[in-house]
């Protein structure tokens, strides 16, 4: 007999504060609906995964993503690796330097890639990739939280390699699910593998009712589908944050830098009209590591801007958006978080449609202002004018209640997943 094991699968090292939050509302959450079940914790895959990618698997991609986790099955499950660590908050590291290479430098990492290499040759690191394998082949349950892996400017030879894991605890009979994601997909191949493991998963939780027709049109059962709100909500349990760190009544921006200009450039409208209200802007996401650049640029376009330099972790993120006026935000999780310190804030959509979906599943009441429509700088800045006049509705209660709402809605639909926790004593 042994006892019943729950893997948990997130990124556990990031530079990404809603990464951070993400990942230990989902410890911490499975942990406390596991029963006397033991829960497991795996940051993403092993290096040794990085040698494979979607191109490596040739004209059958399907067949040969099988015959690949097979392989993997056979040669480094091994009932004498050392075992996982349990799940626990403290597990979760969050690099707060922000640095990011870029140009020539990131090249040359890439090139060289060292222990990429020695770890492709099983040089080091083969007791991380037991650990990981044995895991996904011995764990009751597998569950994986993509963290925003699977999105359009996504790795896509990342996503196949964590799915890769799924597959391997497929084949070995274990149950598997997949929780708390978009499915934004533009790879064609990556599309057909995600249609062939989640064909075989038990449970799929996405986070909005376009990724559920998605779903559905890979061939996810509804029986097996559930539409959930991101786990980030859960972070609204927890109490507001001490002090504000930004001047009362500021303008707060948190900008995606990847994506800004993938729709209409009207940014320097944008800021010339933000000029007027006369009041502090602080430039601040929870990706400031690709945010930064972007948003020194906006701040030169004004005379009372500050880019705050670090990465701060989720719950200093909160304390920045304490007391502002509004959060204008192209980033999900930086928008959660100024929601549970009551921070009013009106989303921009950068990408497909996560932001959009999400905020007409909270029923907000002013809608998502796409950044690929025209005249989009003007629609915000009205909207920024009305949330300062206090013009249109409540969003400080209409936030609250929304924030409950969602939380309500992710405990709901959580329920069949964690009815198939193991607790207790297996054979």
Same mark, same amino acid.
């Given at each position: 007999?042994?006892?019943?094991?729950?893997?948990?699968?997130?990124?556990?090292?990031?530079?990404?504060?809603?990464?951070?939050?993400?990942?230990?509302?989902?410890?911490?959450?499975?942990?406390?609906?596991?029963?006397?079940?033991?829960?497991?914790?795996?940051?993403?895959?092993?290096?040794?995964?990085?040698?494979?990618?979607?191109?490596?698997?040739?004209?059958?991609?399907?067949?040969?993503?099988?015959?690949?986790?097979?392989?993997?099955?056979?040669?480094?499950?091994?009932?004498?690796?050392?075992?996982?660590?349990?799940?626990?908050?403290?597990?979760?590291?969050?690099?707060?330097?922000?640095?990011?290479?870029?140009?020539?430098?990131?090249?040359?990492?890439?090139?060289?890639?060292?222990?990429?290499?020695?770890?492709?040759?099983?040089?080091?690191?083969?007791?991380?990739?037991?650990?990981?394998?044995?895991?996904?082949?011995?764990?009751?349950?597998?569950?994986?939280?993509?963290?925003?892996?699977?999105?359009?400017?996504?790795?896509?030879?990342?996503?196949?390699?964590?799915?890769?894991?799924?597959?391997?605890?497929?084949?070995?009979?274990?149950?598997?699910?997949?929780?708390?994601?978009?499915?934004?997909?533009?790879?064609?191949?990556?599309?057909?593998?995600?249609?062939?493991?989640?064909?075989?998963?038990?449970?799929?939780?996405?986070?909005?009712?376009?990724?559920?027709?998605?779903?559905?049109?890979?061939?996810?059962?509804?029986?097996?589908?559930?539409?959930?709100?991101?786990?980030?909500?859960?972070?609204? &349990?927890? =109490?507001? +944050?001490?002090?504000?760190?930004?001047?009362? $009544?500021? /303008?707060?921006?948190? %900008?995606?830098?990847?994506?800004?200009?993938?729709?209409?450039?009207?940014?320097?409208?944008?800021?010339?009209?933000?000029?007027?209200?006369?009041?502090?802007?602080?430039?601040?996401?929870?990706?400031?590591?690709?945010?930064?650049?972007?948003?020194?640029?906006?701040?030169?376009?004004?005379?009372?801007?500050?880019?705050?330099?670090?990465?701060?972790?989720?719950?200093?993120?909160?304390?920045?958006?304490?007391?502002?006026?509004?959060?204008?935000?192209?980033?999900?999780?930086?928008?959660?978080?100024?929601?549970?310190?009551?921070?009013?804030?009106?989303?921009?959509?950068?990408?497909?449609?996560?932001?959009?979906?999400?905020?007409?599943?909270?029923?907000?009441?002013?809608?998502?202002? &796409?950044? =690929?429509? +025209?005249?989009?700088?003007?629609?915000?800045? $009205?909207? /920024?004018?009305?949330? %300062?006049?206090?013009?249109?509705?409540?969003?400080?209660?209409?936030?609250?209640?929304?924030?409950?709402?969602?939380?309500?809605?992710?405990?709901?639909?959580?329920?069949?997943?964690?009815?198939?926790?193991?607790?207790?004593?297996?054979?």
């Amino acid at each position: 007999m042994s006892q019943g094991r729950t893997l948990l699968i997130s990124r556990l090292t990031t530079q990404n504060a809603g990464n951070e939050a993400l990942s230990k509302q989902f410890l911490k959450y499975f942990a406390s609906n596991a029963g006397r079940g033991k829960v497991l914790a795996l940051d993403r895959y092993p290096r040794y995964f990085e040698s494979f990618s979607l191109k490596g698997l040739g004209a059958n991609p399907v067949q040969s993503f099988d015959n690949l986790a097979r392989d993997l099955i056979r040669r480094f499950s091994d009932k004498n690796a050392d075992a996982l660590p349990e799940a626990r908050e403290g597990l979760v590291k969050l690099d707060e330097s922000a640095k990011e290479l870029t140009g020539f430098l990131r090249k040359v990492k890439r090139k060289i890639a060292l222990r990429k290499t020695l770890s492709s040759l099983l040089l080091i690191e083969k007791p991380q990739l037991l650990q990981a394998v044995t895991g996904c082949t011995t764990s009751d349950l597998i569950v994986w939280n993509p963290a925003g892996e699977i999105h359009p400017t996504g790795s896509a030879d990342q996503v196949m390699r964590l799915l890769l894991l799924l597959r391997i605890g497929q084949l070995s009979g274990r149950k598997t699910a997949v929780i708390n994601h978009s499915l934004e997909i533009v790879d064609e191949r990556l599309r057909a593998l995600i249609a062939h493991v989640y064909s075989h998963l038990d449970y799929v939780g996405v986070r909005d009712a376009k990724s559920v027709e998605v779903a559905l049109s890979l061939g996810v059962s509804k029986e097996r589908l559930y539409e959930s709100p991101d786990l980030v909500f859960l972070a609204s &349990r927890e =109490q507001k +944050a001490h002090e504000a760190k930004s001047p009362k $009544g500021s /303008i707060a921006l948190a %900008i995606n830098g990847l994506e800004a200009l993938s729709g209409s450039n009207e940014w320097v409208q944008f800021m010339k009209g933000l000029e007027e209200f006369k009041r502090p802007i602080v430039f601040v996401s929870n990706a400031v590591n690709h945010d930064r650049d972007f948003s020194t640029y906006l701040a030169g376009l004004t005379s009372n801007g500050t880019v705050v330099e670090h990465q701060p972790g989720y719950i200093e993120l909160r304390s920045f958006y304490k007391d502002c006026a509004v959060l204008v935000s192209s980033r999900l999780h930086a928008s959660i978080l100024a929601l549970c310190e009551g921070t009013p804030v009106l989303s921009i959509e950068p990408s497909v449609f996560k932001l959009t979906a999400i905020f007409e599943q909270m029923n907000y009441p002013i809608k998502t202002v &796409r950044l =690929q429509d +025209a005249g989009w700088s003007e629609k915000v800045l $009205g909207n /920024i004018r009305s949330v %300062i006049d206090q013009e249109g509705p409540d969003l400080v209660s209409q936030g609250a209640r929304a924030l409950a709402h969602q939380v309500e809605l992710i405990d709901q639909s959580f329920k069949p997943l964690f009815a198939m926790m193991p607790d207790g004593k297996v054979a």
